[in-house]
């Protein structure tokens, strides 16, 4: 788990890193470019070449990162047996939905004769 936990941290970064560099990025309107000397890297041209090579760079550890996550996350999670802790199924026998039987005719006492008019004849 401690990998897992590294890598997504990682990827955080690499992922605040990215949204910070593509901010700074001069657009039409300026954006947050940051001015600088006229020559060397932080000229115009030398800091749109750096931060075009950082976005590309970042953005390539970024997908590197979320792919390899994906894979150790799927290593992690793969159990070889099924966990029936939960398991909350009713038996067969205590079906709720099951229809309810036909409650059984109330058998005759035994002393009663088997026909009730054969007794009054006499």
């Not at 470019?33 to 550890?61: C, D, E, H, K, Y």
């Not at 035994?110 to 008019?117: E, K, R």
């Amino acid at each position: 788990m401690s990998l897992f936990l590294f890598l997504t941290i990682v990827e955080a970064l690499v992922g605040a890193a990215l949204v910070g560099v593509i901010l700074m990025q001069q657009s039409e309107g300026g954006g947050l470019g940051v001015g600088g000397s006229p020559s060397g890297l932080m000229s115009a041209r030398g800091a749109a070449n750096f931060m075009t090579r950082a976005t590309g760079i970042l953005a390539f550890l970024f997908v590197v990162l979320a792919i390899v996550l994906a894979a150790v996350s799927v290593e992690q999670s793969s159990v070889s047996e099924i966990d029936t802790s939960l398991d909350r199924t009713i038996p067969a026998n205590n079906d709720p939905l099951a229809p309810a039987a036909a409650p059984a005719a109330p058998a005759a006492p035994a002393d009663a004769p088997a026909d009730p008019l054969a007794g009054s004849a006499e």
